[in-house]
């Protein structure tokens, strides 16, 4: 097929002005490749950024990759925007740019940083495509608002879809639609309310886990089309629940058809490496001050929400944006123009996307993963927050894991650890994170750190995430943890599945299901999760026991619940616990049950006693199962 490029445009005047401002979010509807009719012929509009290119052609296999056939037209208004229509370039086409830079006359071929679709890697073309679907999740689009909001239940299933489960038979990953029967049903199975996908956009290195991304705009090819992906995400919506995806616009890779040099020079990479390169990724960092990049950054996010129908984001590496010493030694970094270690330029564009997510999305959510004491994070814009909606606890994380991989008998002078989230649980709106991280390069699984024999590990496990679910906050738990996995998580192997065939994994699982119907069903531990108003401690300080007493309240007063760990592998049996009104106390979960694979010590209906106690007018005495956590309500 040869036909000659004919000139033909997408943007307006405004168009630009917006790009050049860093005020254009729809990046995607003008930037690409776009499959049209012009002037009665069909065909494929390209466009492409590539302002230091002395030429642009677009080659594929519709031209036999020769360079020179297909010549883009430059914008004459020094947009740096390479543009044109090719009639006869249908769907499916594979396709790069080849660009001939100014700088040192470098002759580049790279893929589309909009296209919809890409080979499966290692191949690196990017695949003309368009994102027509019939969606069926009206229902869920209309009461997300009311769903998501934070005032409800947030119960997270992380997910690495290339390994939560195989085809054993033909050793390959699951595809989109297999997925959207099997593990559809699975996280409606146990109960989450939520997934989140580690980030499946296009990326070319499968140990990078996805966080090393090429193809901003297309789903990765190794599980299916784009339009499987959005059956996936409908299946979610349809069984009601909600999908978050990892968003990463914190570093890109070097590989030669991606975004780096893009066109000869640093495009999309900031150009001093002390602000342009991280070192511990080894890989480029956005020039999050150049306008055009701001635009690209914020139409990305934009992209999945409108036409993916995502309900969140959760956002990598935050910590990494927001300084610019960030695992840099001095004399590795230069100061802010005020003298400070902050990166304005990020500072600024994080607020501006969730200005524009929050502002154009009804009931959606953005999570920042930001492991720092970085004020106001999950706070509004408008009062000089960040504005994401949540934040990640990596505080509680790493204080109740090192607390738990303690044995019990030494627990009593470590209690600190384990209430000291409490002084600042309500600075932020904070998801308590179990994640992928947690469960490599040596940390062990979560039951691998637990201590003990055999009884006492799957114990501490059922104690740990029934602490967790009591603890105020949203709740995120990566795949596998559910099931008392035994190893670290591999990238490359589905989890073990075969050990549920075992009561004891099998408990574990029951065990998360229950946390998560608890957790729908009690307003007490989603109506306040975020605010001090929804905690009140009975008792943190009995060390000699390294027991917790607390109460968890949402708007109804009367419908609070009482909630005790007990962290050592003795029975306290007559143990007296202060509480707010009379009544009896009636015990609704208990982590020690037998069905979870616990000794099944219990509490029957208790009589709650005038008697003042931990300076509180009434009292009971209860039973605290060993390495258990008890949930009472008041009748």
Same mark, same amino acid.
């Given at each position: 097929?040869?036909?000659?490029?004919?000139?033909?445009? *997408?943007?307006?005047?405004?168009?630009?002005?917006?790009?050049?401002?860093?005020?254009?979010?729809?990046?995607?509807?003008?930037?690409?490749?776009?499959?049209?009719?012009?002037?009665?012929?069909?065909?494929?509009?390209?466009?492409?950024?590539?302002?230091?290119?002395? @030429?642009? /052609?677009?080659?594929?296999?519709?031209?036999?990759?020769?360079?020179?056939?297909?010549?883009?037209?430059?914008?004459?208004?020094?947009?740096?925007?390479?543009?044109?229509?090719?009639?006869?370039?249908?769907?499916?086409?594979?396709?790069?740019?080849?660009?001939?830079?100014?700088?040192?006359?470098?002759?580049?071929?790279?893929?589309?940083?909009?296209?919809?679709?890409?080979?499966?890697?290692?191949?690196?073309?990017?695949?003309?495509?368009?994102?027509?679907?019939?969606?069926?999740?009206?229902?869920? %689009?209309? /009461?997300?608002?009311?769903?998501?909001?934070?005032?409800?239940?947030?119960?997270?299933?992380?997910?690495?879809?290339?390994?939560?489960?195989?085809?054993?038979?033909?050793?390959?990953?699951?595809?989109?639609?297999?997925?959207?029967?099997?593990?559809?049903?699975?996280?409606?199975?146990?109960?989450?309310?939520?997934?989140?996908? %580690?980030?499946? %956009?296009?990326?070319?290195?499968?140990?990078?886990?996805?966080?090393? *991304?090429?193809?901003?705009?297309?789903?990765?090819?190794?599980?299916?089309?784009?339009?499987?992906?959005?059956?996936?995400?409908?299946?979610?919506?349809?069984?009601?629940?909600?999908?978050?995806?990892?968003?990463?616009?914190?570093?890109?890779?070097?590989?030669?058809?991606? *975004?780096?040099?893009?066109?000869?020079?640093?495009?999309?990479?900031?150009?001093?490496?002390?602000?342009?390169?991280?070192?511990?990724?080894? $890989?480029?960092?956005?020039?999050?001050?150049?306008?055009?990049?701001?635009?690209?950054?914020?139409?990305?996010?934009?992209?999945?929400?409108?036409?993916?129908?995502?309900?969140?984001?959760?956002?990598?590496?935050?910590? $990494?944006?927001?300084?610019?010493? !960030?695992?840099?030694?001095?004399?590795?970094?230069?100061?802010?123009?005020?003298?400070?270690?902050?990166?304005?330029?990020?500072? $600024?564009?994080?607020?501006?996307?969730?200005?524009?997510?929050?502002? /154009?999305?009804?009931?959606?959510?953005?999570?920042?993963?930001?492991?720092?004491?970085?004020?106001?994070?999950?706070?509004?814009?408008?009062?000089?927050?960040?504005?994401?909606?949540?934040?990640?606890?990596?505080?509680?994380?790493?204080?109740?894991?090192?607390?738990?991989?303690?044995?019990?008998? !030494?627990?009593?002078?470590?209690?600190?650890?384990?209430?000291?989230? %409490?002084? #600042?649980?309500?600075?932020?709106?904070?998801?308590?994170?179990?994640?992928?991280?947690?469960?490599?390069?040596?940390?062990? @699984?979560?039951?691998?750190?637990?201590?003990?024999?055999?009884?006492?590990?799957?114990?501490?496990?059922?104690?740990?995430? $029934?602490?967790?679910?009591?603890?105020?906050?949203?709740?995120?738990?990566?795949?596998?943890?559910?099931?008392?996995? #035994?190893?670290?998580?591999?990238?490359? @192997?589905?989890?073990?599945?075969?050990?549920?065939?075992?009561?004891?994994?099998?408990?574990?699982?029951?065990?998360?299901?229950?946390?998560?119907?608890?957790?729908?069903?009690?307003?007490?531990?989603?109506?306040?999760?975020?605010?001090?108003?929804?905690?009140?401690?009975?008792?943190?300080?009995?060390?000699?026991?390294?027991?917790?007493?607390?109460?968890?309240?949402?708007?109804?007063?009367?419908?609070?619940?009482?909630?005790?760990?007990?962290?050592?592998?003795?029975?306290?049996?007559?143990?007296?616990?202060?509480?707010?009104?009379?009544?009896?106390?009636?015990?609704?979960?208990?982590?020690?049950?037998?069905? #979870?694979?616990? @000794?099944?010590?219990?509490?029957?209906?208790?009589?709650?006693?005038?008697?003042?106690?931990?300076?509180?007018?009434?009292?009971?005495?209860?039973?605290?199962?060993?390495?258990?956590?008890?949930?009472?309500?008041?009748?």
């Amino acid at each position: 097929m040869k036909k000659e490029v004919q000139a033909y445009s *997408l943007f307006s005047d405004f168009d630009i002005s917006l790009f050049r401002a860093g005020k254009h979010f729809r990046l995607y509807e003008k930037f690409g490749a776009h499959l049209l009719e012009v002037n009665g012929e069909e065909g494929v509009y390209f466009a492409v950024w590539a302002p230091s290119a002395k @030429s642009v /052609s677009v080659i594929g296999d519709f031209n036999h990759w020769l360079e020179g056939e297909h010549p883009l037209n430059v914008r004459w208004d020094e947009s740096g925007i390479w543009e044109g229509f090719i009639p006869g370039v249908k769907k499916g086409v594979k396709y790069k740019y080849k660009i001939h830079s100014h700088h040192n006359d470098m002759m580049l071929e790279k893929a589309d940083p909009y296209a919809l679709s890409c080979e499966h890697p290692p191949n690196t073309a990017s695949v003309v495509w368009e994102l027509g679907y019939k969606w069926k999740d009206k229902k869920h %689009m209309t /009461s997300r608002k009311e769903k998501n909001s934070l005032d409800k239940p947030f119960s997270i299933y992380e997910v690495h879809l290339g390994s939560w489960r195989r085809n054993m038979k033909e050793d390959r990953f699951l595809t989109y639609t297999e997925m959207a029967d099997e593990l559809v049903s699975y996280v409606k199975e146990t109960g989450f309310t939520h997934v989140e996908f %580690m980030p499946i %956009m296009e990326y070319p290195y499968d140990p990078s886990w996805g966080y090393q *991304l090429t193809g901003y705009f297309a789903p990765t090819s190794r599980f299916g089309t784009p339009q499987e992906f959005m059956q996936l995400i409908d299946a979610f919506h349809k069984a009601g629940i909600g999908v978050i995806l990892d968003w990463v616009p914190s570093h890109f890779p070097e590989d030669k058809h991606g *975004l780096g040099r893009f066109d000869g020079s640093h495009l999309y990479e900031h150009p001093d490496p002390r602000k342009g390169y991280h070192p511990d990724w080894k $890989s480029l960092i956005f020039n999050y001050g150049r306008n055009e990049v701001r635009s690209f950054l914020i139409s990305n996010a934009v992209f999945w929400l409108d036409k993916y129908h995502v309900d969140g984001l959760r956002v990598d590496a935050v910590a $990494s944006m927001l300084y610019l010493d !960030y695992s840099r030694e001095d004399g590795e970094w230069e100061p802010n123009e005020q003298g400070g270690r902050e990166n304005l330029d990020a500072i $600024s564009l994080l607020r501006e996307l969730n200005k524009e997510v929050y502002g /154009s999305f009804e009931g959606v959510q953005t999570i920042a993963e930001e492991s720092t004491s970085f004020p106001m994070v999950s706070r509004p814009t408008d009062l000089g927050g960040l504005g994401f909606g949540m934040k990640w606890m990596m505080g509680w994380m790493h204080d109740t894991l090192e607390y738990f991989k303690k044995d019990p008998v !030494y627990r009593q002078y470590h209690q600190n650890d384990i209430t000291f989230s %409490m002084t #600042y649980a309500f600075t932020e709106n904070f998801t308590l994170p179990l994640s992928h991280d947690e469960v490599v390069y040596g940390k062990k @699984s979560i039951l691998g750190r637990m201590p003990g024999d055999e009884w006492q590990r799957f114990a501490n496990l059922r104690t740990l995430y $029934s602490y967790m679910f009591t603890h105020p906050g949203a709740k995120l738990l990566f795949m596998g943890a559910e099931i008392g996995q #035994y190893e670290e998580w591999d990238y490359n @192997s589905g989890l073990d599945w075969k050990l549920l065939d075992h009561e004891y994994h099998k408990g574990i699982k029951a065990l998360l299901t229950d946390l998560n119907k608890l957790y729908r069903n009690q307003p007490a531990l989603y109506e306040k999760q975020f605010t001090a108003e929804g905690f009140e401690w009975i008792a943190y300080d009995d060390k000699q026991n390294s027991v917790l007493s607390y109460i968890r309240k949402g708007k109804d007063p009367k419908a609070s619940l009482i909630i005790v760990c007990n962290f050592t592998p003795t029975v306290l049996s007559e143990y007296s616990i202060g509480l707010p009104a009379s009544g009896k106390l009636k015990e609704i979960f208990n982590s020690d049950d037998k069905k #979870y694979g616990g @000794s099944g010590v219990k509490n029957k209906l208790i009589k709650i006693s005038p008697e003042s106690f931990h300076g509180r007018e009434h009292s009971a005495k209860i039973t605290i199962p060993p390495l258990g956590c008890v949930v009472f309500q008041i009748l």
